[in-house]
Each structure stands twice: as C-alpha cells, then as structure tokens.
C-alpha cells in the first residue's frame, strides 16, 4: 500500500470542498462505519464516537498516515434529527424546526502515529418561524436531503435560519477548519 500523508475519512463532499481550502494534499477514502446511534446516547457522544470510529478505521487501513475522521449529529432538544432523504422528509422536519433552536455538534478526530486529537465545536441555529409555503419554496429550489435539518446553511438555507452562533462557521457546514488546522499543526503540517 502506498504511503499516504493525510487521509479524511469521509464520502461527503461538503468536507472534501472544506479540506481543499487549506491547501493540503489528501485522499479521501468512506470507511465503512454503522453511523446509528447506540441507546441512551447523547448527539453530542454520537458524533464524537463516530468520528473517533472513522479516525481509527483509517488509522488500521493506513498505520502511518494522518487520519481526519468527522461526524455530525443535529440535536432537537436532546433528540438526534438526521438526513432526510426526500423531500417529504425534509418538509416535515422543517416544519418541526420552525422556530426552534438546535444544536449542530461537528466531532472532529484526528489520529496519527498513536496520537489522538479530539475536538467537538457546537453550533446553534436558531430557525425562524417558517410557513409551508416558504418550505416548499426552499425545497424546490435547494433539495437539500443529504444535509441533517434540510437547511443547507452555505446556501439559500441561510433564509431559513433568524441567527447562527459558533466559534467556527465551517463546523456547521461539517468539517471545522478552525481546529483541524490547529490539530494539523500540533503534528508538524505547515498550515497556511
């Protein structure tokens, strides 16, 4: 197998766009990790523990590369709300959010040479008071399945949404720059 200097861990597209703007060389390789989450665990453990799965998966895959593994749960009030899929799905979660705030927590983990960072970076999204008819708009012209909550918040999903709160605005959209690069740099990667 090919020496490979950093690997994220990850299928998802929006982390790849995210990793590019650093400027490090990458692959990307999707482990194969059950994402459901296990009885009584908090969003908050479910992302962190997925994204440790992700990071040590790769980590047994490539044992001298540097692993980036990441996950996102949104949380309703405690509740985990995931990808909806379709866009019934999707209109019957934004009407759920409407109004209410939930907390997206990003997990960040990055494994290399035995080491292990961590770093979980909450967003709250407050969503506006939204009507079906604005939801159908937005559906129409932003399907966003593949995102938990439906809001795609680096696009017209920000219309939705009355205030963001975060230390890093690109933990929300799924990979938070701000502390993968600090990781990166804690292990000799010159960023910038």
Same mark, same amino acid.
């Given at each position: 197998?090919?020496?490979?200097?950093?690997?994220?861990?990850?299928?998802?597209? +929006?982390?790849?766009?995210?990793?590019?703007?650093?400027?490090? %060389?990458?692959?990307?390789?999707?482990?194969?990790?059950?994402?459901?989450?296990?009885?009584?665990?908090?969003?908050?453990? &479910?992302?962190?523990?997925?994204?440790? /799965?992700?990071?040590? =998966?790769?980590? &047994?895959?490539?044992?001298? =590369?540097?692993?980036?593994?990441?996950?996102?749960?949104?949380?309703?009030?405690?509740? #985990?709300?995931?990808?909806?899929?379709? /866009?019934?799905? #999707?209109?019957?979660?934004?009407?759920?959010?409407?109004?209410?705030?939930?907390?997206?927590? &990003? =997990?960040?983990?990055?494994?290399?040479?035995?080491?292990?960072?961590? =770093?979980?970076?909450?967003?709250?999204?407050?969503?506006?008071?939204?009507?079906? %008819?604005?939801?159908?708009? +937005? !559906?129409?012209?932003?399907?966003?399945?593949?995102?938990?909550?439906? /809001?795609?918040?680096?696009?017209?999903?920000?219309?939705?949404?009355?205030?963001? &709160?975060?230390?890093?605005?690109? /933990?929300?959209?799924?990979?938070?720059? !701000?502390?993968?690069?600090?990781?990166?740099?804690?292990?000799?990667? #010159?960023?910038?």
């Amino acid at each position: 197998m090919t020496d490979i200097s950093i690997v994220l861990a990850s299928g998802s597209r +929006y982390r790849r766009e995210l990793l590019d703007r650093l400027g490090v %060389a990458f692959r990307t390789w999707s482990p194969d990790v059950d994402e459901s989450a296990h009885g009584g665990e908090s969003p908050r453990s &479910t992302a962190i523990r997925l994204a440790r /799965a992700k990071a040590q =998966a790769g980590a &047994t895959q490539w044992p001298a =590369a540097l692993i980036i593994g990441c996950d996102q749960v949104a949380d309703l009030a405690g509740e #985990a709300i995931g990808k909806p899929g379709n /866009a019934a799905n #999707a209109r019957a979660q934004l009407l759920r959010l409407s109004g209410r705030e939930v907390v997206f927590h &990003t =997990a960040l983990c990055v494994s290399f040479g035995g080491r292990i960072h961590e =770093a979980v970076v909450p967003t709250t999204v407050e969503f506006r008071k939204l009507d079906a %008819a604005e939801i159908d708009r +937005y !559906i129409e012209r932003e399907p966003a399945f593949d995102c938990a909550g439906s /809001a795609k918040s680096e696009g017209l999903g920000a219309s939705l949404m009355e205030r963001m &709160t975060g230390d890093d605005p690109t /933990a929300l959209v799924g990979l938070p720059l !701000i502390a993968l690069a600090r990781m990166l740099r804690d292990e000799g990667i #010159a960023v910038p």
